[in-house]
């Protein structure tokens, strides 16, 4: 059984920051694409961030571009996401999510196979 846990989460004020990470186990990630999706209270759920784990490039979404780093470790089948800069609107539960495909890069959360329980991360104004 695959499992993706997140950590990390929290509640922050506007212009603070936050690491999220996404522990996996049972998952050999070898060309997968990790991604870091977020969904907000009536919205659809959106791809935030990507990284290919084999080489680590990377795809951001245009609200995260500049102020969102993610990145991988090998050695401890982890992935983050640094948030810098944050606003209330990022305010959501964060998904981190493995695309098995070998597709790159994909960003409808359709394409993703296996999930975590999601964080929740608050932005106050």
């Known amino acids: 059984q695959v499992q993706l846990v997140e950590s990390g989460g929290g509640l922050v004020q506007a212009g603070g920051s936050l690491r999220l990470a996404c522990a996996a186990s049972r998952l050999t990630f070898s060309n997968y694409a990790m991604g870091w999706f977020r969904q907000a209270p009536g919205k659809e759920r959106e791809l935030v961030a990507a990284i290919r784990w084999s080489d680590g490039k990377t795809a951001y979404a245009d609200a995260a571009k500049g102020r969102f780093t993610i990145s991988r470790d090998y050695a401890k089948n982890t992935m983050y996401l640094q948030m810098n800069s944050l606003k209330p609107e990022d305010t959501a539960v964060y998904y981190c999510?493995?695309?098995?495909?070998?597709?790159?890069?994909?960003?409808?959360?359709?394409?993703?196979?296996?999930w975590g329980q999601g964080t929740q991360v608050t932005v106050s104004s």
């Open positions: 999510a493995a695309d098995t495909s070998g597709l790159w890069v994909r960003a409808s959360s359709n394409y993703y196979h296996y």
